[in-house]
């Protein structure tokens, strides 16, 4: 008579399971770690990946950008090869008309505004923070979905300025306060020209000696983004040429404004930072920019393009990755670690068992259903940590993506892909369950071949 019913085996082993509790759950937690983490990794790539093209949504000042030209200089003399950088010509910009629906170009004037200064609250230094410009007031309403406090003025005020919650937060805890009170700003910046001029001439000074009233606070994204004022960067370009430099324009027998000051400059001169600015108006430019970005830094073009955000944005990228295939190596150790205990304890529970197994074989159940009784015990266990795994990565996945986005505005950083992943429907989900089969089939019959090819005298001879 052979045993061969299906509940039978599940019964037996079951019992097992019961009998072996304490290294069952031992198993049962590693596997769960091991699963877990294969999960949450996931998540966090397809959390990330989503949350790297929505970048410029969390970040205000996204459509800035600066433009240098780079040219190889050599020498008969030397066999090294020198870069010189320089201001580019708007001419050499035209390009861009292949790619850009519509763009500004601005000279760089942050050797004038802000340049050296003093910036203080309530009688209080503080500390250092980055000048970010907005072309236009329309464009900073486009990013009024990030503003937490305050509203957007209607006029074009260079006076009117905003600032992110990292600058804030340095100025006031109570950040409701801070709408409507100002910062005094002292610059004093000596504008020294490069052009034959008397001595007495060669030089400008220009003194800002102002207050700026803070008319709204923006949420953005903080990670590597220091603290921000934002301000109109049309709006300095009208107060400059408001602004006459008194010894150029009595060389030049002519009035001569800041603004005019660097149509006269060299390509070359330090006044301008060796730049020009560019500023977009559109998430499509956006896209298209970032593009032609590592276009030209791949094709080595004298021509490069740079900003903030797209470091913060390559930075996170580089991060994320980094993370991630450090995630994939811990997780590859971890399921090493949970085929093994499998493995182990597959093949300690048929040398416990030894004497239930005869006697097992002699009362009929053939030695593949004994084997599958063992196996059965290893596929509940794994189905078990899959069905749990993906309770706790869900717990998880809440847990962590509240705690990036206080900390960091991060939102929805990890993301379970449960529906869809790499555009095949419900593939992570078969993907683990296909893991439990495998790991249970294969590193539960391996260890057991020595048994099933052992003859049954051999078996009883040792009980």
Partial sequence: ????????????????????????????????????????????????????????????????????????????????????????QKSDLLFLDNYLDEYVLSNDYAKIFPGQYALSYENEQVDECFFAPFYALSE??????????????????????????????????????????????????????????????????????????????????????????????????????????????????????????????????YLHNYELKLFIFSSKDYQTLSSLIKMLNNSDSHIEITSTSEMIKNAYYELTRASFYSMIIFIAIAFLGSVFLIMINA??????????????????????????????????LTLSSVFFSFVLSFVFMKVGNIFFEKQFYFQDLIILPLKTFLN?????????FFLAFFLSYVFTFLPMQRFKKKPLIDELKEE
């Fill in 347 to 380: 093949y300690t529970n048929f040398i416990l068992r030894k004497k239930e197994a005869a006697l097992l074989t002699i009362l009929g159940l053939a030695k593949k259903d004994l084997l599958r009784i063992f196996y059965l015990e290893s596929l509940f």
């Fill in 140 to 269: 900073l309403k486009k990013k009024e979905d990030l503003l937490t406090y305050g509203m957007i003025q209607n006029d074009n005020n260079l006076f009117d300025i905003y600032i992110n919650e990292t600058l804030a937060n340095t100025l006031n805890s109570d950040l409701e306060k801070l709408i409507n009170s100002e910062l005094f700003f002292n610059g004093e910046n000596k504008i020294i020209y490069e052009f034959n001029l008397p001595v007495e001439l060669n030089y400008d000074t220009f003194f800002l000696q102002t207050k700026f009233k803070i008319c709204g606070i923006f949420k953005e994204l903080t990670f590597l983004n220091e603290g921000k004022i934002f301000y109109s960067y049309s709006a300095l370009e009208t107060y400059l040429k408001g602004i006459v430099l008194s010894n150029l324009s009595d060389f030049r027998s002519i009035k001569t404004s800041i603004y005019d000051l660097f149509s006269l400059l060299d390509d070359d001169s």
């Fill in 1 to 88: 008579m052979k045993i061969k019913s299906k509940t039978f085996l599940w019964r037996f082993s079951i019992v097992y399971l019961k009998n072996n509790l304490l290294k069952n759950i031992f198993v049962f937690l590693s596997l769960l770690i091991s699963f877990s983490s294969l999960i949450i990794a996931v998540g966090f790539y397809e959390g990330t990946n989503l949350f790297l093209l929505k970048t410029q949504e969390k970040i205000v000042d996204i459509n800035h950008y600066s433009i240098t030209k780079k040219e190889m200089y050599s020498f008969e003399s030397s066999p090294l090869k020198l870069v010189k950088t320089k201001r580019p």
């Fill in 424 to 432: 095949i429907p419900y593939f992570l989900v078969f993907i683990c």
